[in-house]
């Protein structure tokens, strides 16, 4: 079935969550909104786009910091309402320079840090 | 850090996206939705419940199906606005018996298959 990003399925704000793992490691480095526009481009340059909330604009993942996201597979769920990206991951995914967003772990009732920047 | 769920970013329903990934393989099993009363009994219990936005109701995950998720790890991202669980799960954690919900790939603009429902 040939595939149009106007079929998923859009929050209130014509936007849907795009999870991005690793697709060597399988860590999972982000997650951030795309909006159909957002879902095209991605697939059609192999650049990882997502639609900024704050900015409301295109976000190039990368196109700033060089820490670009090469798409591997798009992949739909069940809903049709979230993606998960498979990337070739390159630098740390997270604006704080650490490989991943998720760098804060809960254990007994506590935050704790599970990595620091790369420097 | 004291862990306290109000200090997590919800949406302007309550609402924080909850990712959830086998803790041994690596796979990304599903996304669902948590208030902050759901993060506070999944930390409590061990069990992974979401929020659910059709039910409006908690949704411990497999309380009918069986196919429950057991707390391994949570993870908050750096904006305080994603979490990500790493869990055990018994079972095909998706509502269609596949393993995971992202089991549909865009591959040359086209929707593939990569798993069928388990038996």
Redesign the interface.
């Given at each position: 079935?040939?595939?149009d990003p106007s079929t998923l399925v859009y929050n209130s704000s014509g936007l849907i969550?795009a999870?991005a793992?690793d697709h060597v490691?399988?860590?999972?480095l982000?997650?951030a909104w795309m909006n159909a526009d957002a879902v095209a481009q991605t697939?059609e340059t192999g650049r990882i786009t997502y639609w900024s909330r704050s900015r409301q604009a295109f976000w190039v993942k990368g196109e700033t910091s060089g820490h670009v996201q090469k798409l591997v597979?798009?992949?739909?769920?069940?809903?049709r309402d979230?993606l998960?990206v498979l990337v070739e991951q390159t630098g740390p995914a997270?604006?704080?320079n650490?490989r991943t967003?998720?760098?804060?772990?809960?254990?007994d009732?506590?935050?704790t840090e599970?990595m620091r920047p790369e420097v």
């Open positions: 079935m040939r595939f969550p999870i793992q490691s399988g860590v999972v982000m997650m697939l597979d798009m992949r739909v769920d069940c809903d979230c998960l997270c604006h704080t650490r967003c998720f760098y804060t772990a809960i254990r009732g506590a935050e599970l």
